[in-house]
């Protein structure tokens, strides 16, 4: 593996791209250390504190957001958005393009088309950007709805600053975007996909530290929250549950495909065996984004009726129970969710009618099977069925981290890099960076990073 490294820095061509996309997720983790104006930032740091250590909904928005979408807005910086409003932006553009006719003509011009789509998102990026910065410095000044706490000094508590802090986190996030554009036309990877792991694993070592700092002060004497046992058996279910989510990522259902046979001359082409890849995990971490976003609703949904009816017992019990995260109403609502989303969004993104009628065009059919509205029909009843153990698999991922916690008695924010959105973007991004870097080496005739060697 070291030497497969060192041959990554032999290729000048690569070892440019790496580099410079190192470069420019430095810059993008820098940006973090810049706070904005106007914020008392000690003030704002323990009000942050009280909100993420406690139960409240709010609390668990902060810590969702920052999860996936490279932000953090739980440090008052110029970055405090990250990604989300241009993520936001392209899944609305993505959606109204198959219900919205003149958007699912331009997804069908090609470049050209993905240009202007593109062109769009970037606009109403910068629109979600203004609408959401102004009304998190609002909530900031207004310290979340305690009177007297508001967060932004006094003697710059008034609206023209409310709106320069707006335009500063509208330009950071639009920057990250244009970060992202960097990595992708001149660096390697994904580049909002990276901007995105790289903020989830720099919360990492702040939680592992979190946790182990009582074992550096106490001991890891065995039997204890800390002990060694513990430990290990954290590290081999991490292992574990990585080589899963590698393992169903990676799954494909493989449906044989027969090329028909074509006489040229006195040559016969085609007539060729290949195989339809069709993935288990079609949707992807949407389901999940999906589902635990709408279930932010209800807490305040409740939350504002118990405090419109305050004897009630029903409504403060759905409170606490959609508040807290982690009972089982709310996982059983959560993989209801999930299991919709994951069909929702499988119907979305894969039209077995397509892709039946390029296979006709292409001149293959699906042995059994006669091209046209029979193969339409066989390729959506294996979709139906691969989504399904792809939307159990995602909900056993999703309510891993509620197990874990309660099981092992550990922080949530800790078992959350158990599984959870956060764990399948960094496994999805980390294969598809890999990937990539094994097209450079191939083209180079040098194997791949997770191939054998071959020897003479």
């Not at 046992?229 to 393992?247: R, S």
């Not at 960094?426 to 598809?432: H, I, N, R």
């Amino acid at each position: 593996m070291f030497g497969k490294l060192i041959t990554l820095f032999r290729i000048p061509e690569l070892r440019n791209k790496i580099l410079l996309t190192i470069g420019l997720l430095a810059v993008y983790r820098l940006g973090f250390w810049i706070p904005l104006p106007f914020i008392d930032q000690e003030l704002f740091a323990q009000q942050m504190e009280k909100l993420q250590q406690g139960s409240s909904g709010f609390g668990q928005v902060i810590q969702m957001v920052s999860l996936f979408s490279a932000s953090n807005l739980g440090n008052s910086t110029i970055f405090g958005l990250g990604i989300m409003p241009y993520i936001s932006a392209s899944i609305i553009f993505q959606l109204m393009g198959s219900v919205y006719p003149p958007l699912e003509q331009l997804q069908k011009e090609g470049e050209s088309g993905r240009k202007k789509i593109n062109e769009y998102t970037r606009y109403a990026t910068v629109v979600i950007c203004l609408l959401q910065s102004f009304f998190w410095i609002r909530a900031i000044s207004g310290g979340f709805g305690a009177e007297g706490a508001g967060m932004i000094m006094r003697e710059y508590d008034w609206w023209l600053c409310h709106m320069i802090g707006a335009l500063i986190m509208t330009a950071g996030t639009i920057f990250l975007m244009w970060l992202g554009e960097q990595i992708d036309e001149y660096g390697i990877g994904n580049g909002i996909s990276l901007l995105i792991m790289a903020g989830i694993l720099a919360q990492m070592p702040t939680s592992m530290y979190e946790y182990l700092q009582p074992a550096f002060e106490n001991g890891i004497r065995a039997g204890t929250d800390t002990g060694i046992d513990k430990l290990i058996l954290l590290l081999g279910l991490f292992i574990a549950v990585v080589i899963g989510v590698i393992a169903m990522t990676q799954g494909q259902r493989r449906i044989p495909i027969q090329s028909a046979k074509h006489v040229r001359g006195r040559r016969v082409m085609g007539g060729q065996r290949q195989y339809l890849p069709l993935r288990v995990n079609q949707a992807g971490v949407m389901p999940i984004i999906f589902a635990s976003s709408l279930l932010m609703f209800p807490y305040f949904l409740f939350s504002q009726a118990s405090g419109i009816w305050p004897g009630s017992l029903t409504l403060k019990t759905l409170a606490s129970a959609f508040g807290s995260g982690r009972g089982f109403l709310y996982n059983m609502c959560y993989v209801a969710l999930i299991y919709f989303f994951c069909y929702f969004w499988t119907a979305i993104t894969f039209n077995p009618k397509d892709m039946a009628n390029n296979l006709k065009d292409y001149g293959s059919f699906i042995p059994g099977y006669r091209p046209g509205t029979r193969t339409a029909t066989y390729l959506e009843q294996v979709m139906v069925r691969i989504t399904f153990v792809g939307a159990g698999f995602l909900a056993l991922v999703a309510i891993i981290p509620t197990i874990v916690a309660r099981w092992m008695n550990i922080p949530f924010m800790l078992a959350s890099f158990y599984g959870g959105t956060g764990l399948l973007i960094v496994v999805s991004v980390a294969l598809d960076l890999v990937q990539k870097i094994d097209s450079h080496l191939v083209m180079r005739n040098y194997s791949g990073m997770l191939e054998a060697d071959e020897k003479a």
